[in-house]
């Protein structure tokens, strides 16, 4: 048993277009169990601390930009080897070629802006997972009181 979480957000391009159901649908449909789901809208603090490692890069603007242009839905998922099996079912980062099957390749296209809009996020690693995680869902780990 290799049991993990994952985090994942539908982008507001995805709450956008009403494709929240789809997108849960596939992570059940493939087994995975949702253990925590929100609708919010995320600040500027929270994205830049969850997409530190592009700061610099020249879309890292514009994707915080648009990660701020409308509500997300973040939800933790969580299952056997669930962080690879998302990244499968979400396709590539660019949904030009992303493999039809997948959630960029079937719902998302290159609309020509300066941040490729691929309507899902999900961790890439156990580290990635564990971190974003803390970063969406901050109530879950903390500490109680006495
Ligand atoms: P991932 O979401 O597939 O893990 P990352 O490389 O972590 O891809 O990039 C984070 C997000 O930044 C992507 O999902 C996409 O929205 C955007 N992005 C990544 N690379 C580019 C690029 O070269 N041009 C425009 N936007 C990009
Ligand atoms: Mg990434």
Known sequence: MNLERTLILVKPDGVRRNLVGQVISRIEAKGY????LKMMHADRQL?????????GKVF???????????????????????IEGFRKLAGTTDPTTAEPGTIRGDLARDQGTKVVQNLVHGSDSPESAEREIAIFFSELSEVKGN
């Open 47 to 55: 994205l830049a601390a969850h997409y530190a490692e592009h700061e």
């Open 60 to 82: 890292f603007e514009p994707l915080i930009e648009f990660m701020q242009s409308g509500p997300i839905v973040a939800l933790i998922a969580e299952g056997n080897r669930v």
């Open 33 to 36: 169990a949702i253990v925590a």
